[in-house]
């Protein structure tokens, strides 16, 4: 499928025109510029194109009237220009009026066509060259489909000139589309408007946005009005006045600035990569190991693509070199699908509008306010909506909401309130020295907390203060081998004579959530006996515990494990019936009913929640209520920091006392802050009309009409060819999540170079529209090649990636 870039050559000048309004004047200076280039920068080539004309009115001058089309105008008094036009309009209106009864183009087709006709005059073999793109009436005025054309042109991010409207009311108008456009992450380099001397906006606009925003202004005398439309005399006049103009010292300056902005930006983007290599600490990367020509410079990002550098290849120049001909110039940008949804939050696509306009709302309201002992609108909506939600997954016990900056954070104080809850039930001293109940394998974050909550891995065992504090149980594991699906279950769990085979099989991965059954059928039994036997085990050595904490149904950093749902149920019945193993003496029996038995449940639903797995909550998967459940990443899909941390009410009560410092004194200085509560409070919103108004139907029947319970974006085909691979070791998918394990002969893990050669295969560069249009940038995990859609990730899209991994697995 074709995906449209941004539009970025070396020695392609490529702006767009936008307008403040209808008839403020963009073909006309469209018109001068276009001239000017040709006059000025004869050796090359100027170029004009129009995606969607309608018969304008234009600003009230000679000709652009009665030539009916603003592209006929330039025609006649842009000499040496390309002048180009896709699609065409009878009527006098907005394009997506005009488009009625016609045969409307898709956003994507459009996009796609304007690129490749750029692509084509860049590979044209010229040394250089300007394009001018001209949009229709104003910065919001709709193309053919009915998008804003802020947004619909925005996945190709044009350097803009915009044209502001010198009638009255223009300055508003001006300032407004400004702001519309740099809210989508336009780079405007420019202002152009007539002179009216008046209303004078011109003035008035040059000190606002030279002072304020440091952007230029140019102004110039307006064109001349028709006085006998159409007779030669006015002719002449307009040409005079193009002639007069388009040499002026004013035009010359305006194309001297552009071109000095296109080199910079040009130049900081191909440094990107070498500046940032002696300036930049990178997590997660030992940079002994690293090069600048292994650092990926981002330029922007838009749905599910980046924009990234594109280095060209020496064979692509190596023929030309030999004939003594001009190379064609290759883009320098190229579209990378964002495969690890940008460690794990993007939810809702890159530059997602909506929650850019929620965080300029929040940010234009209060900025940043403290929040102890304080209230404001987006905090207390978010915290309704959460708990609204978990409630809705069937999880009744949570009541209070807790914010703090990240999943590492939230983790933090989920562990303060899971301990003291224990503690102070039980009456232990607070000296006491408690531990926590979890997973081999798992990752909370990288806080010293945090970290003390996983065991000894690459994360954290060479990190001096690492103190592992708990009891880590290794869980059964589910993936996809051989076209069957597998439960492996670890050596340990059998006792002689136990009778159960080292794997169990299942037809589907819904069978595995299948608990009904599978319980009937004692498949529990194994694994409650054994987590009983590990906590009699440590609780008879005289350990304590103050909580069970870990990711439901998957382990994300710590190697993307499908964990056997049927063990974490297991796991946690076992040890809400055992209250008399982790306090033997007669305590006081919860008030409230339900309440937390045994240890309180801390779910970390940073990565598995709020629809990463396809549903609300993942604790919704294993049929259980969490105590205390942490939820981050996609919560504000991707655009700003913000984790809430969920509690039940006798949790929160434990902490009631009439001494401050039995409270729960944790806290940051962004605790809560308006940005991020307002931007969660829309990114949930929003997946939540998604969820309601059928936008994944199309992933969820899973190839059999009727609706999987366990649906992934992936369809179930790849991921049965994936597991028939000889090099794979296994694979899962579930929600817009599919893990591939590759065989790693020198042992699996964090530090195992095994799937580094699909991960750069998916990467290559691509060059030219007769290749792959884009490529797929991901992470791995030692062996794991993991990849990950938005929930906004298209079937096309979807489609796409699996033939490349049939591609390179073949």
């Known amino acids: 499928m074709a995906h449209s870039g941004s539009l970025l050559w070396r020695n392609l000048r490529v702006y767009q025109i936008y307008g403040a ?49 603003g592209y006929s105008h330039i025609r006649k008094y842009a000499r040496g220009v390309s002048v180009t036009t896709m699609h065409q309009y009878d009527l006098a209106i907005s394009p997506h009026a005009a488009a009625l009864g016609k045969t409307i183009p898709k956003d994507a087709d459009l996009l796609s066509s304007i690129y490749s006709h750029l692509s084509d005059a860049a590979r044209s073999g010229n040394p250089g060259g300007w394009f001018f793109i001209e949009t229709a009436g104003g910065v919001h005025s709709p193309g053919p ?14 350097p803009v000139l915009l044209v502001g409207d010198a009638k009255l009311g223009g300055i508003s108008t001006t300032i407004s589309a400004f702001e519309s456009l740099r809210l989508r992450g336009y780079d405007i380099e420019a202002v152009l408007l007539f002179e009216d001397e008046q209303f004078r906006n011109h003035d008035y606009l040059k000190a606002y946005f030279e002072k304020k925003h440091r952007v230029r202004v140019v102004s110039a005398p307006a064109p001349p009005l028709s006085e006998s439309q159409g007779s030669q005399e006015d002719a002449e006049r307009m040409a005079r006045f193009y002639n007069e103009t388009m040499l002026s010292g004013t035009v010359k300056s305006v194309l001297e600035h552009l071109d000095e902005r296109h080199k910079a930006r040009v130049t900081r983007l191909e440094s990107l990569s070498s500046e940032g290599h ?33 280095a060209p290849r020496p064979e692509d120049f190596s023929e030309h070199r030999a004939r003594q001909t001009p190379a064609p110039q290759e883009p320098l940008l190229q579209s990378s699908f964002d495969g690890s949804a940008s460690w794990w939050t993007q939810g809702l696509g890159h530059a997602n509008s909506s929650l850019t306009l929620a965080a300029a709302y929040a940010a234009g309201r209060y900025g940043h306010v403290m929040f102890a002992e304080a209230i404001h609108e987006p905090a207390l909506a978010l915290a309704e909506t959460l708990l609204k939600g978990m409630s809705d997954g069937g999880n009744d016990r949570l009541s209070r909401v807790f914010y703090s900056d990240d999943g590492s954070t939230g983790v933090e104080s989920a562990l303060k309130m899971g301990l003291r809850a224990a503690r102070t039930r039980y009456g232990w001293p607070a000296d006491t020295k408690l531990g926590i109940i979890g997973l081999e394998g798992a990752y909370h974050g990288d806080t010293i907390g945090a970290m003390d909550c996983a065991d000894p891995s690459a994360y954290n065992e ?50 595995v959530f299948d608990f009904r059954t599978r319980e009937a059928r004692g ?108 939820h981050a990443k996609l919560l504000t899909g991707g655009l700003v920091p913000l984790c809430a941390t ?7 009560r434990a902490f009631a006392s009439n001494d401050k410092t039995d409270a729960l004194l944790h806290g940051h200085s962004y605790t809560a802050h308006p940005v991020g509560c307002q931007v969660a409070l829309e990114s949930l919103q929003q997946m939540q009309t998604m969820e309601s108004s059928g936008s994944w139907a199309e992933f969820q029947t899973g190839g059999s009409g009727a609706e999987d319970a366990c649906w992934s974006i992936w369809s179930p085909q790849v991921v049965e060819w994936l597991s028939r691979r000889p090099s794979v070791a296994g694979v899962w998918a579930l929600g817009s999540v599919m893990s591939i394990h590759l065989e790693s002969p020198g042992g699996s893990g964090y530090t195992s170079t095994a799937a580094v050669a699909l991960r750069d295969a998916l990467r290559a560069s691509n060059h030219g529209p007769a290749q792959n249009p884009w490529n797929v940038h991901s992470r791995v995990l030692g062996n794991v090649l993991y990849l990950m859609g938005s929930q906004k990730t298209g079937k096309d899209v979807v489609l796409h990636i699996e033939r490349l991994l049939r591609q390179h697995l073949s």
């Open 21 to 69: 309004n209808t008839e403020v004047g963009k073909t006309i200076f469209t018109t001068t510029l276009c001239n000017a280039t040709s006059k000025l920068y004869s050796s090359e080539s100027t170029a004009y194109l129009k995606p969607d004309i309608v018969p304008l009115a234009g600003w009230k001058s000679i000709d652009t009237q009665q030539e009916g089309f």
């Open 145 to 158: 489909s009915g998008t804003s054309q802020a947004e619909l042109y925005r996945p190709l991010r044009c």
């Open 278 to 310: 002696q300036r930049i600490w990178w997590p997660f990367t030992q940079q002994k190991l690293l090069s600048p020509a292994k650092i990926t410079a981002i330029d922007s990002a838009n749905g599910d693509f980046f924009q990234t550098l594109n």
């Open 462 to 511: 060479k990190v001096e203060w690492y103190e592992g504090k708990g009891v880590w149980l290794t869980p059964p594991s589910v993936m996809c081998r051989g076209g069957r699906w597998t439960v492996k279950i670890p050596a340990e769990f059998h006792e002689a004579g136990s009778g159960m085979a080292g794997e169990m099989s299942a037809e589907s991965l819904s069978d």
């Open 523 to 630: 498949e529990h039994q194994l694994y409650e006996a054994r987590v009983e036997r590990v906590l009699k085990h440590h609780l008879d050595k005289g350990r304590k515990f103050g909580a069970i904490m870990m990711e439901p149904v998957i382990l994300g950093a710590g190697g993307m494990v499908l964990v056997d749902p049927l063990f974490q149920r297991a796991l946690v019945n076992v040890v809400r019936r055992s209250q008399h193993l982790f306090s033997p003496e007669s305590v006081q029996q919860p008030r409230e009913k339900p309440d937390w038995t045994g240890l309180p449940v801390i779910f970390d639903e940073v990565f598995t929640g709020l629809y990463r797995l396809g549903r609300f909550t993942a604790s919704s998967f294993l049929g259980l209520d969490a105590d205390i459940s942490v």
């Open 646 to 652: 969920l509690a039940s009410e006798s949790i929160f």
